[in-house]
Every structure is written in C-alpha cells, then in structure tokens.
C-alpha cells in the first residue's frame, strides 16, 4: 500500500496543471497573435521584414499563465508538507499547524532546523539524515525545491508575473521576383519591429511562408527563484524533485516508524 497517497495525488494535480499550462502555450503560440510582413523603403529601394506582435494577447496569456503556475506551486508545495507531516506523525512526534517540510537557504541552517528537530523528537534521526544528505533541500543543494518553496511564499502575497521573451519565427520565406530565396529562415523577435533585409537592393521582395511561431516564457530575471528560466521546464524540473522526495521516504524502510 502506498504510504504517502495524499501527496501523489497532489503531484498529479500539479501535472494536470502543468499540461493546461503548456496547453494553453502552445495554443498562444499557434494564435493570431503575430502577423508577418514585407515593408518596402521606396527612397532606398531596399526592404525589411515587419514583424507585429498583439500586446494585449500577451497579457491575457501572463494573466492566466500567473493563476496556473500558482496553482503548480501549491500542489507541489502541499505535497512535501503532507509527506512531512506523516513523517512527524509516524515518527511519534507531535505535529502543530506549523508542520511543515523544512527548506532553508543553506545546508548549514538546515542543519542547524534538523538538529532542534531532533532535540524535540520530532523526527527520527534516519529522517533527519535523508533529508539533510539526499533530499538537500537548501538552494545550492537541490535549486528546484527551495525554487518551489520561495515561488510559493511570494504567490501568497503577490502575482508571479512571468515574462515573454524571443519569439521565434522559423522557416519563415522571403523571395524575390524571380523566386530566389532573400533573407535568413528564422528570426527571433520580442516586440514588434522591423528587421532590415540585406541585399534587396532594387529587386521586389514576397512573404510566401509565415512559418511557424515558437514564444519562450520566462520567470522574471530579478526573481531570487528561477531567475531568468524558461517556466515550463524549471516547473517540470520542480515536479520530478518532489516526485523523487517522496519516493525516497516511499522505499525505505526505518526501525520502529509504522504508518
């Protein structure tokens, strides 16, 4: 029998969210959100490629995106408080409202939490030591677990409004009047603007192919947490570390801890 089944069962609902989020990406990016164009400088006789980006639907997609990457955030936050709950519970220490997976900044003050936590016989020390020694849940020691942790305290006070960066156009195709290709096949963009074509001198330039859109979502770069990172793999990453925390716990077996 499964031990710890409430907090899988939170790691799967931030799985389902992490897919409507990526879902909800992929729709963005398949969207009419962009349109691409040929802009012809007559006084040069020269060209550019004029790329145009809907600001607004980039903000309703930051608005959603917010709701669903707190909703991840919980999930995978509740599912360590709920793996170390049971863990106090069964270690016949005395839980209180404050129960809750311990991450600390650096290993030194963690050791320092597990130290009193054993003193008060919260814990086992064969708990204490898995997750000082495997789990390491302090920012140099497992990034992806004190990210979720910081992620979530700042969601319980304000927006995590993540950021979109280089949409990528790719296989997109220029030519001119005799079919020759003009241009390069990708471009990377993260506004609306034009891009000069080179070596369009006198000669009449066509958009025959959009291509495809590729945009990347970012955690905001002053974060302290994911700073910078593209969201949907730093989540991803998030999720698999709690997975792996609550297999560690799952397989092995401590003297005298029944559940």
């Known amino acids: 029998m499964t031990r710890f089944k409430g907090s899988r069962l939170k790691v799967e609902r931030a799985k389902k969210h992490l897919a409507d989020f990526h879902n909800t990406f992929v729709a963005f990016s398949n969207s009419n959100f962009k349109s691409l164009g040929v802009e012809e400088h007559l006084e040069k006789r020269t060209h550019s490629l004029r790329i145009e980006m809907d600001m607004g639907a980039f903000n309703a997609l930051g608005d959603e995106a917010t709701l ?109 009047e005799n079919g020759k290709q003009v241009g390069v096949r990708n471009y990377l963009a993260e506004e609306s603007c034009l891009i000069p074509l080179t070596g369009t001198y006198g000669r009449k330039i066509t958009l025959q192919d959009n291509g495809r859109t590729s945009a990347n979502i970012i955690f905001d770069v002053s974060a302290r947490a994911f700073q910078g990172e593209t969201v949907f793999p730093a989540l991803a990453r998030a999720v698999e570390e709690v997975k792996r925390t609550i297999d560690a716990f799952e397989i092995v077996q401590f003297p005298g801890l029944t559940f």
């Open 68 to 176: 669903i990457i707190g909703d991840v955030l919980h999930n995978l936050k509740s599912a360590l408080d709920h793996l170390y709950y049971q863990l106090v519970v069964a270690s016949k220490g005395k839980p209180s409202k404050h129960t809750r997976f311990p991450v600390r900044d650096t290993r030194e003050e963690l050791e320092a939490y597990i130290v009193e936590l054993l003193k008060k016989k919260k814990v086992l020390p064969e708990i204490g030591n898995l997750i000082l020694d495997a789990v390491k849940p302090y920012q140099a020691g497992n990034p992806a677990i004190w990210g979720l942790h910081e992620l979530n305290i700042v969601d319980k006070h304000e927006r995590i409004i993540p950021t979109l960066r280089l949409v990528g156009f790719f296989d997109v195709s220029l030519e001119d």
